[in-house]
């Protein structure tokens, strides 16, 4: 009897960490938001508010939209570093084009250790864009795929259901989970979310909390988080911030689990 306690005891004592090992037992909090290079709705830069609103959020995962580096309306700041390191996360910068003595782009913050990044040149419209892939060591030793997307803006859709086709091949190549997120610049129903619908799980908003644009007139959702393969990850909430001072979106939370 005494040995079969022992064995149980030590049974009950192995199967929490075998859990945490497997990364079953850690959700996984990804962000994503358009911070406008910082630049509120009060017309002032202030990227001490946009780690402000990040930090409240507490994320392992953020894609960043309309990010500067070095660039003089944001002050000659690397703001990917910036952001990084004022939330203790690591960070990933992928360029647009040149602008202002530096660049413009996007970026990628994680807790996670960063295994490596590349930009995935787009079919230019009416700037150039690029979507920033960024792969990442899970704590259970696992892989990840990040892909931060911004597409064209413009009402036409024809730029942008090019540059979301070329993301669907590059997506379509991945050996491993990922998930998709950004600034799609349309809505559901729209074609361009039909392509990533067809092939990964949406985080999906509450209905009557969906808008991400704009943040003092919510009347667009257009942020958007997708997760494959579709039947690995599990949904535990989604949220749309109310934030209306920092930015001209609204930050977009989801809290996942990869099985």
Do not use: C
Not at 101 to 110: D, K, R
Not at 202 to 212: G, I, M
């Amino acid at each position: 009897m005494r040995k079969a306690t022992l064995t149980s005891i030590a049974l009950l004592l192995i199967a929490p960490l075998a859990l945490t090992g497997m990364g079953m037992a850690t959700d996984i909090r990804i962000v994503s938001y358009n911070i406008k290079h910082g630049r509120g709705n009060d017309d002032v830069v202030n990227l001490e508010r946009t780690a402000g609103v990040l930090r409240a959020l507490a994320p392992d995962i953020v894609g960043l939209q309309e990010v500067d580096r070095l660039a003089e309306r944001s002050g000659t700041v690397d703001e990917a570093r910036v952001l990084g390191e004022a939330l203790g996360l690591n960070h990933a910068f992928g360029k647009f084009m040149d602008f202002q003595g530096g660049a413009y782009g996007m970026a990628v913050l994680t807790r996670f250790p960063i295994t490596g990044s590349r930009e995935i040149t787009l079919p230019e419209g009416n700037e150039p864009r690029v979507a920033l892939a960024v792969d990442v060591r899970l704590p259970d030793g696992g892989p990840l795929t990040i892909v931060n997307v911004h597409f064209d803006w413009v009402a036409d859709d024809g730029f942008r259901f090019a540059q979301a086709q070329e993301v669907a091949t590059f997506l379509d190549a991945l050996g491993q989970p990922y998930v998709l997120l950004g600034d799609f610049n349309d809505e559901a129903g729209s074609r361009t979310l039909g392509l990533f619908v067809d092939r990964a799980a949406e985080a999906v908003k509450p209905r009557d909390n969906r808008l991400t644009f704009s943040s003092t007139d919510p009347v667009k959702e257009i942020d958007f988080i997708f997760m494959a393969p579709r039947t690995a990850w599990a949904v535990s909430e989604v949220r749309v911030i109310d934030e209306k001072m920092a930015s001209d979106h609204r930050p977009l939370l989801g809290v996942l689990t990869l099985r």
